[in-house]
């Protein structure tokens, strides 16, 4: 499809035009973190060239903790309100290659049978707009998992490319054309500044220490039971602090709990994000199926290299964004589980 | 168990509610005295027994503001005279700090109190009630410390 | 640094030779330069070691779990980790006969996250020259004072004693800035009440309650927390309201009230950067001028402040007449 350009110092305008097509969500900066919120908070700053925010776009689609349904007591009547759906559009602007093949992965989740009905409607109502990178950091490894961050593919309405002095946009879908119809600085431009970019960027990630990271012992095809006896397993997990640091900051991490929270008149019921490095992740009434933080750890690691690329042709649910790397306390992520597990086991 | 049953009375005026934590030897005593002497405190005090004042968790005072109190207020045995020697020592520096907290995080610092009232002190009882509650009857309902879920 | 790190190796090396310890919890390195991670050595590992302006992680908190082990672990202590431990022993944490502490000396350590903030995009290896961090990075060289990065706990080193180590390595480093550690705190007291909540409020609503502030804490030992406790009351995995968000960080900061040494672990490891030394020291703070000087882990003997009273202490009215309303 075709490309435009529009010139950079109009970015508020196109935001403020964007609001046309519902909420508009874009990286920000908001005190001393960053996620995606919606456009124009107080105290907040839109920033298309944070590279990577600290909270990944999953929480519009499948937010850290949703009501599901309110049971309300009257008497002896029990009164049931399902929460609703999304009904608004709104705009998901800037998400990274990474983030958007993560996006991916939790679409074959919750959009499986039997489909999550209110992660679907986020879904449906949801312009996604890809935003290539320029400048990687040292701690992006997406290029091993086939990622090409310098044109994002994936669900997503239309790719854009932000430089010096424009912002290039090609729509790869209906909703996609709307973005360029609801402001008028769009023109149709060449490929030429996009294309510079693109090799610019591409030379740097050929200089990524980890872009070439060997995963070759992990997919669909590997030796699972051989991985999960590994050796390294035992010195890797010994000092995690079994926080949820990277599954909460994880774009791909998927599980959640359901729990009841009684507010004195009724109870409602809500499902939040849980994480498997958690002591009483799955609890049931016998326990706890994995009694060890090295199991809990070895689980998280393998249902990112093998498990979910195993039920899912090949797709790892690691997409290599680095938010791990960045925000471990102890610095026990994905590169060094991979590099561990993948080269020969170290000497003892 | 629902706590919140402060919503404006039919009049319209606005009721808050208060969680009284009264020690069982002295303050709790008081509070009896009070109503033997007919002595009156506002019906928007809840009062909830605890074997010394050192019993109360900062968690029961936050829970309270969770479950819809406006108030919270400790009464224990005058410092020197717990029941149990040194409890009400303890409750003297948790609340302080407590409170201190409570105040630094931006909650309204009149929300709470500790006040020490013996078993022979029903006047006072009586009075200190009705002063808290006009005090957090003029800041009006708690919205910084409440947990909204509780609302409806 | 190389220098500081081959006598650490050294006398690490001497210690397990004469028997003191049987293996050595440090920590070894990570596939950046900026992220080691604690690790266990055996004799023959001890030159994997790294020690440098990264190696942040208080390993106090490890000695809980190693302590439990077999033979005597040769644990390496910064000054201050040196209160943690103290404060672990002082609270029968840890097995102290299990441990081998080693003080070893600090130039302050650095924030990878101030480095990014002031620019290094793409570190790929650093290093320090007179004061200064040069960065190599994909997109060039960066240089920065050294003061700039320093961790928020390291810009108020309380300075270079130890608390209840075996023994300390002699080694000497430049003195680092001491500035006022509360000073942040004063001027959040020095606020309206309606500033400090929408401080607070902006800082705690970032929260993604991953618990890394707790699990990191040395003062957090726990078998199980509160809020991990189905039984509680207060068990939430996710901040669900504002609510939870601001009762957790109250707890938690309370809960190590009078115990926290001020080791700032909780800041470090936030992944959404809430400064939540600031809770942690207004408790200190407290304590200090209400009821004297304390210092978590400096004394064994002294009781700590929430477990003592005087029949002279200040009524709770006391605090809320101070500062403003």
Same mark, same amino acid.
Not at chain 1, 80 to 90: G, I, S
Not at chain 1, 303 to 312: A, D, E, G, R, S
Not at chain 2, 15 to 20: H, S
Not at chain 3, 104 to 111: F, N, Q, R, Y
């Given at each position: 499809m075709s490309l435009y350009a529009m010139d950079r110092a109009r970015l508020g305008e196109l935001y403020e035009a964007l609001g046309a097509?519902?909420?508009?969500?874009?990286?920000?900066?908001?005190?001393? /973190?960053?996620?995606?919120? $919606?456009y124009g908070e107080e105290g907040s700053e839109a920033d298309l060239s944070l590279l990577l925010c600290d909270k990944s776009p999953k929480d519009l689609f499948f937010p850290q903790s949703e009501e599901l349904v309110k049971?309300?007591?009257? *008497? /002896?009547?029990?009164?049931?309100?399902? /929460?609703?759906?999304?009904?608004? $559009?709104?705009?998901?602007?800037?998400?990274? /290659?990474?983030?958007?093949?993560?996006?991916?992965?939790?679409?074959?989740?919750?959009?499986?049978?039997?489909?999550?009905?209110?992660?679907?409607?986020?879904?449906?109502?949801?312009?996604?707009?890809?935003?290539?990178?320029?400048?990687p950091a040292e701690s992006c490894f997406c290029t091993a998992f086939g990622i090409d961050p310098t044109s994002p593919q994936g669900p997503c309405d239309a790719v854009a490319w932000l430089t010096e002095s424009a912002l290039y946009l090609r729509p790869c879908t209906e909703k996609g054309e709307t973005i360029v119809s609801c402001f008028a600085g769009f023109a149709p431009a060449d490929e030429k500044e996009v294309a510079a970019q693109q090799a610019a960027a591409r030379a740097v990630l050929g200089r990524l220490p980890y872009g070439q990271l060997d995963l070759s012992r992990f997919g669909e095809a590997s030796d699972e039971l051989a991985l999960f006896d590994h050796p390294a397993w035992e010195e890797l997990s010994a000092h995690c602090l079994g926080c949820g640091s990277c599954t909460f900051s994880c774009p791909t991490c998927q599980c959640y709990d359901i729990r009841d929270y009684d507010t004195g008149k009724g109870v409602l019921r809500f499902r939040c994000w849980d994480s498997c490095m958690y002591k009483d992740f799955t609890m049931m009434a016998h326990g706890t199926p994995r009694k060890t933080q090295k199991e809990r750890f070895r689980q998280r690691f393998l249902h990112k290299l093998v498990y979910y690329p195993k039920n899912n042709g090949g797709l790892f649910s690691c997409v290599g964004c680095g938010r791990c790397v960045k925000k471990c306390p102890a610095n026990l992520h994905m590169i060094r589980v991979a590099k561990a597990l993948g080269g020969e086991p170290r000497a003892q | 168990m629902p706590l919140n049953t402060s919503a404006p009375a039919q009049t319209g005026e606005y009721r808050p509610l208060i969680v009284a934590f009264c020690c069982n030897w002295c303050s709790y005593a008081g509070a009896d005295l009070a109503g033997s002497s007919r002595l009156t405190y506002p019906a928007d005090v809840k009062i909830i027994r605890v074997p010394c004042?050192?019993?109360?968790?900062?968690?029961?005072?936050?829970?309270?503001?969770?479950?819809?109190?406006? *108030?919270?207020?400790?009464? *224990?045995?005058?410092?020197?005279?717990?029941?149990?020697?040194? *409890?009400?020592?303890?409750?003297r520096r948790r609340m302080t700090l407590l409170f201190s907290m409570l105040d630094y995080l931006g909650i309204e610092r009149e929300r709470t109190r500790v006040e020490w009232v013996s078993a022979a002190e029903g006047a006072k009882f009586s009075a200190t009630m009705n002063d808290f509650a006009r005090t957090i009857r003029a800041l009006g309902e708690n919205r910084k410390l409440r947990d909204l879920r509780c609302g409806n | 640094m190389r220098e500081l790190t081959n006598a650490i190796c050294a006398r690490a090396k001497e210690l397990l030779q004469s028997g003191a310890a049987g293996r050595v919890l440090g920590w070894a390195p990570g596939e950046f330069f900026y992220d080691p991670t604690p690790g266990v050595f055996s004799e023959g590992r001890l030159n994997e070691l790294v020690y440098d302006g990264f190696t942040a992680a208080n390993l106090s908190k490890y000695c809980i779990a190693?302590?439990?082990?077999?033979?005597?672990?040769?644990?390496?202590?910064? $000054?201050?980790?040196?209160?943690?431990?103290a404060q672990l022993v002082k609270e029968h944490r840890v097995k102290r006969e299990n441990i081998y502490a080693l003080g070893i000396p600090c130039e302050g350590k650095l924030d990878m996250r101030k480095a990014r903030a002031k620019g290094v995009e793409g570190a790929l290896s650093f290093r320090e020259e007179d004061g200064q961090v040069v960065f190599e990075t994909l997109y060039g060289e960066v240089r920065l004072a050294r003061e700039e990065l320093l961790l928020e706990r390291c810009l108020c080193c309380r300075g270079r004693e130890y608390a209840g180590v075996d023994e300390t390595l002699e080694y000497a480093l430049p003195e680092l800035p001491k500035r006022d550690r509360f000073q942040k705190v004063a001027a959040l007291e020095e606020q309206t009440a309606q500033e400090r909540y929408a401080f607070w409020r902006g800082e705690l609503s970032k929260c993604i309650r991953c618990n890394a502030c707790r699990n990191v804490c040395p003062a957090c030992s726990c078998v199980q927390c509160v809020f991990d406790n189905p039984q509680s009351g207060v068990a939430a995995k996710a901040n669900s309201t504002e609510f939870e968000e601001s009762l957790f960080h109250i707890i938690r900061a309370w809960h190590v009230a009078g115990r926290c040494t001020d080791c700032g672990e909780c800041s470090r490891v936030c992944p959404q950067s809430i400064p939540l030394h600031l809770l942690n020291r207004k408790f200190i703070k407290d304590v200090n001028e209400l009821y004297g000087e304390y210092q978590a882990g400096a004394d064994p003997a002294a009781r700590p402040p929430l477990v003592n009273y005087t029949p002279e202490d200040p009524e709770p009215s006391a605090v809320l007449e101070r500062g403003r309303a």
């Amino acid at each position: 499809m075709s490309l435009y350009a529009m010139d950079r110092a109009r970015l508020g305008e196109l935001y403020e035009a964007l609001g046309a097509l519902g909420r508009v969500y874009l990286p920000t900066r908001k005190n001393g /973190a960053s996620a995606f919120l $919606p456009y124009g908070e107080e105290g907040s700053e839109a920033d298309l060239s944070l590279l990577l925010c600290d909270k990944s776009p999953k929480d519009l689609f499948f937010p850290q903790s949703e009501e599901l349904v309110k049971f309300r007591l009257t *008497g /002896a009547e029990i009164a049931l309100q399902e /929460a609703a759906r999304q009904k608004e $559009p709104f705009v998901l602007f800037g998400v990274k /290659a990474c983030d958007l093949q993560a996006i991916e992965v939790l679409d074959r989740v919750f959009l499986a049978e039997p489909v999550d009905s209110f992660y679907q409607s986020r879904r449906e109502h949801a312009t996604v707009v890809a935003l290539a990178c320029a400048r990687p950091a040292e701690s992006c490894f997406c290029t091993a998992f086939g990622i090409d961050p310098t044109s994002p593919q994936g669900p997503c309405d239309a790719v854009a490319w932000l430089t010096e002095s424009a912002l290039y946009l090609r729509p790869c879908t209906e909703k996609g054309e709307t973005i360029v119809s609801c402001f008028a600085g769009f023109a149709p431009a060449d490929e030429k500044e996009v294309a510079a970019q693109q090799a610019a960027a591409r030379a740097v990630l050929g200089r990524l220490p980890y872009g070439q990271l060997d995963l070759s012992r992990f997919g669909e095809a590997s030796d699972e039971l051989a991985l999960f006896d590994h050796p390294a397993w035992e010195e890797l997990s010994a000092h995690c602090l079994g926080c949820g640091s990277c599954t909460f900051s994880c774009p791909t991490c998927q599980c959640y709990d359901i729990r009841d929270y009684d507010t004195g008149k009724g109870v409602l019921r809500f499902r939040c994000w849980d994480s498997c490095m958690y002591k009483d992740f799955t609890m049931m009434a016998h326990g706890t199926p994995r009694k060890t933080q090295k199991e809990r750890f070895r689980q998280r690691f393998l249902h990112k290299l093998v498990y979910y690329p195993k039920n899912n042709g090949g797709l790892f649910s690691c997409v290599g964004c680095g938010r791990c790397v960045k925000k471990c306390p102890a610095n026990l992520h994905m590169i060094r589980v991979a590099k561990a597990l993948g080269g020969e086991p170290r000497a003892q | 168990m629902p706590l919140n049953t402060s919503a404006p009375a039919q009049t319209g005026e606005y009721r808050p509610l208060i969680v009284a934590f009264c020690c069982n030897w002295c303050s709790y005593a008081g509070a009896d005295l009070a109503g033997s002497s007919r002595l009156t405190y506002p019906a928007d005090v809840k009062i909830i027994r605890v074997p010394c004042s050192c019993r109360v968790n900062p968690l029961f005072v936050l829970k309270a503001f969770e479950r819809g109190a406006d *108030g919270v207020i400790l009464c *224990g045995c005058h410092p020197g005279d717990c029941h149990y020697t040194t *409890g009400n020592y303890y409750t003297r520096r948790r609340m302080t700090l407590l409170f201190s907290m409570l105040d630094y995080l931006g909650i309204e610092r009149e929300r709470t109190r500790v006040e020490w009232v013996s078993a022979a002190e029903g006047a006072k009882f009586s009075a200190t009630m009705n002063d808290f509650a006009r005090t957090i009857r003029a800041l009006g309902e708690n919205r910084k410390l409440r947990d909204l879920r509780c609302g409806n | 640094m190389r220098e500081l790190t081959n006598a650490i190796c050294a006398r690490a090396k001497e210690l397990l030779q004469s028997g003191a310890a049987g293996r050595v919890l440090g920590w070894a390195p990570g596939e950046f330069f900026y992220d080691p991670t604690p690790g266990v050595f055996s004799e023959g590992r001890l030159n994997e070691l790294v020690y440098d302006g990264f190696t942040a992680a208080n390993l106090s908190k490890y000695c809980i779990a190693e302590s439990q082990k077999e033979g005597k672990v040769l644990v390496l202590l910064k $000054p201050c980790d040196s209160y943690s431990l103290a404060q672990l022993v002082k609270e029968h944490r840890v097995k102290r006969e299990n441990i081998y502490a080693l003080g070893i000396p600090c130039e302050g350590k650095l924030d990878m996250r101030k480095a990014r903030a002031k620019g290094v995009e793409g570190a790929l290896s650093f290093r320090e020259e007179d004061g200064q961090v040069v960065f190599e990075t994909l997109y060039g060289e960066v240089r920065l004072a050294r003061e700039e990065l320093l961790l928020e706990r390291c810009l108020c080193c309380r300075g270079r004693e130890y608390a209840g180590v075996d023994e300390t390595l002699e080694y000497a480093l430049p003195e680092l800035p001491k500035r006022d550690r509360f000073q942040k705190v004063a001027a959040l007291e020095e606020q309206t009440a309606q500033e400090r909540y929408a401080f607070w409020r902006g800082e705690l609503s970032k929260c993604i309650r991953c618990n890394a502030c707790r699990n990191v804490c040395p003062a957090c030992s726990c078998v199980q927390c509160v809020f991990d406790n189905p039984q509680s009351g207060v068990a939430a995995k996710a901040n669900s309201t504002e609510f939870e968000e601001s009762l957790f960080h109250i707890i938690r900061a309370w809960h190590v009230a009078g115990r926290c040494t001020d080791c700032g672990e909780c800041s470090r490891v936030c992944p959404q950067s809430i400064p939540l030394h600031l809770l942690n020291r207004k408790f200190i703070k407290d304590v200090n001028e209400l009821y004297g000087e304390y210092q978590a882990g400096a004394d064994p003997a002294a009781r700590p402040p929430l477990v003592n009273y005087t029949p002279e202490d200040p009524e709770p009215s006391a605090v809320l007449e101070r500062g403003r309303a």
